[in-house]
């Protein structure tokens, strides 16, 4: 058995030439010093050995609890990482210190800090080096550090005290890329930390955090509460500037109108100038709590044009496991094949109306055509048409439709799922090959003038197709035309099910969340997923095509929206021009 490692990690010490230069000359006020009167928390030390998120690091951390803490009544939590240097009550950032002084004033809520320190995966012999985890776990910008505190720790923790589980109550701090880390935490989770604290952050391209700025304006607002600090003179090196990375982050949030501060000092990469601001960064943090944290309902975000402030997504009730293609019929009717009893189901409003077609076992692609009849794979072999009636018929063998779309005159453009080969079956049901070699195609989608045929590629890559559809049917001028964000760490968009609007603009399901593209092809904005896993389909229901559809994880999820949807089988419509 490995034995405990005690860490010392001092804010990225090893990384920082600059530490400690005389322009950080920043005091500690009175809110960082003992005052007699005040009741002292305690804090103990711990060790911790993960066997989840990351295998076999061990990691030091302490738990400070104030006095004024009653085990009956869920406590906020705060945690802090590089817990060591926060956790001294006699240096550096001195939190227990400053927590006792805050709480005894009211001036944040009772609040037990968790101060953990990064993992370490101990060397075998004295002639060897430990894995430093550091940069791994906080420079990520992906989900694995949220998921390592909200599965392993805060549960490790929560058999001790009683944690209070909503992230109204929950904050996260850091420096450097302590910094950065919480920041990724609360952005990834934010049902889960709604508070953050990034002092000195490590806001550049050390394994991806440069690309926030962009991300912050392409989302659509998150309900968390910001608070940056950085000093002019800090450090630039090979990965980036972290004075301009602080800014730009900044600049992001002011763009999505979130509530943020964002204070500037003169120091280098040190933690002084944040130690001495510490109860003010503190008490901006909590004020007006228990007030919960909302995100903007009005900003300049493109994403905003389509969506509703305050409006989220809502679970459809009733859906046991919604196939992965969405169809909408001309009434705004919403159809999907149903993956436990093989019906296929239609939904109108907030209800499922009725069994459409039973026994269909259909799974993949749905479509309706010109004539008001369903079109859906049978067996994935045969194309078949459904009436109003719910009779069906085959209408063409040897189909084998990944996804697909019929346009005003009757033609079912699709994929083949066998070969990646794109065709059309024309309404006379001749049959053309239009194009070869696209690669596990997940959407097609035709644009409200019906001039361009797209088709997304859910790997590899990250692009979606366009194609331009020449009066005879037939496809030209293949471009990977609409660039497509992949979330850090993979190597695909995951793009899958596709609608449009009538302003011209497409809505793409992928890994990262539902990507709005314009019509020059850039990713102007991305709605978060229901769920942390991709979706599947997209599309624009409803009496008035303003509900958006989508499908995560076989459930069924609705959002209303400002913008409405265009069906393929109805008279082209020509959208505004796009900026270019």
């Not at 370490?120 to 505190?149: Q, W």
């Not at 239609?346 to 993949?364: D, H, L, N, P």
């Not at 005879?472 to 968009?493: C, E, M, N, V």
């Not at 609007?501 to 997923?529: H, K, P």
Request: charged share 20%.
């Amino acid at each position: 058995m490995r034995k405990p490692l005690i860490l010392v990690c001092l804010l990225g010490l090893a990384s920082c030439p600059t530490l400690g230069r005389a322009a950080d000359d920043y005091k500690l006020g009175p809110d960082s010093q003992y005052h007699e009167g005040v009741p002292r928390g305690e804090a103990s030390h711990y060790t911790f050995e993960s066997k989840g998120v990351f295998p076999g690091t061990i990691r030091d951390y302490w738990i400070y609890v104030p006095k004024q803490y009653d085990s009956s009544k869920a406590a906020c939590v705060m945690v802090f990482q590089d817990g060591s240097g926060f956790q001294d009550s006699n240096g550096g950032f001195r939190v227990p210190v400053v927590f006792d002084n805050l709480i005894y004033k009211k001036e944040m809520p009772v609040t037990i800090a968790i101060m953990i320190n990064p993992g370490v995966v101990p060397a075998e012999s004295p002639n060897a080096l430990p894995r430093f985890n550091r940069s791994y776990e906080y420079d990520d910008p992906t989900d694995k550090y949220d998921r390592f505190l909200l599965e392993e720790i805060l549960p490790e923790i929560g058999k001790r005290y009683n944690l209070s589980g909503s992230a109204n109550d929950r904050a996260l701090c850091g420096a450097s890329s302590g910094g950065i880390c919480s920041f990724t935490a609360a952005w990834q989770r934010p049902e889960a930390f709604s508070r953050v604290i990034s002092f000195i952050g490590s806001f550049t391209n050390l394994r991806g955090g440069h690309i926030y700025p962009s991300l912050i304006r392409k989302m659509e607002p998150k309900p968390i509460r910001v608070f940056l600090q950085d000093g002019s003179n800090d450090q630039d090196i090979y990965s980036g500037s972290w004075f301009i990375g602080n800014q730009d982050v900044a600049a992001a949030l002011k763009f999505g109108r979130y509530d943020y501060q964002f204070v500037i000092g003169h120091g280098t990469h040190s933690g002084n100038h944040g130690a001495a601001i510490l109860p003010d960064a503190l008490r901006w943090l909590w004020r007006d709590y228990p007030a919960p944290i909302k995100p903007a309902s009005v900003t300049p975000q493109p994403v905003m044009e389509a969506l509703i402030g305050g409006e989220g997504w809502q679970l459809f009730p009733g859906v046991a496991q919604a196939g992965p293609s969405l169809a909408v019929d001309a009434s705004g009717a919403v159809y999907f094949g149903d993956g436990v009893q093989g019906d296929i189901v239609k939904v109108e409003g907030a209800r499922i109306a009725a069994k459409y077609r039973e026994g269909a076992g259909a799974t993949g692609a749905l479509a309706f055509g010109p004539d008001g009849k369903l079109y859906s794979m049978r067996r994935g072999r045969d194309l078949t048409a459904t009436d109003g009636k719910g009779r069906e018929s085959v209408y063409s063998k040897d189909v084998c439709a990944a996804a697909m779309t019929i346009d005003r005159k009757g033609n079912v453009y699709y994929a083949d799922s066998r070969d990646g080969s794109i065709w059309v079956l024309d309404s006379k049901r001749a049959r053309r090959k239009l194009d070869a070699g696209v690669s596990d195609a997940g959407g097609v989608a035709l644009t409200p003038d019906q001039s361009l045929l797209i088709v997304t590629q859910r790997n590899p890559g990250k692009s979606a197709i366009s194609y331009h559809i020449r009066p005879d049917g037939t496809l030209a001028d293949r471009q990977l035309f609409f660039d497509l964000d992949i979330p850090y760490g993979q190597g695909a968009s995951g793009a899958a099910g596709i609608t449009t609007d009538t302003e011209g603009r497409l809505y793409v399901a992928s890994d990262a969340g539902i990507q709005i593209c314009d019509q020059a092809g850039r990713v102007t904005g991305m709605i978060a997923n229901p769920e942390h896993s991709p979706t599947t389909s997209v599309a624009f229901g409803g009496p008035k095509l303003d509900t958006l559809f989508a499908v995560c994880r076989g459930r069924l999820y609705t959002r209303k929206t400002r913008v409405k949807g265009a069906l393929s089988f109805q008279e082209p419509l020509k959208p505004p021009a796009p900026r270019l």
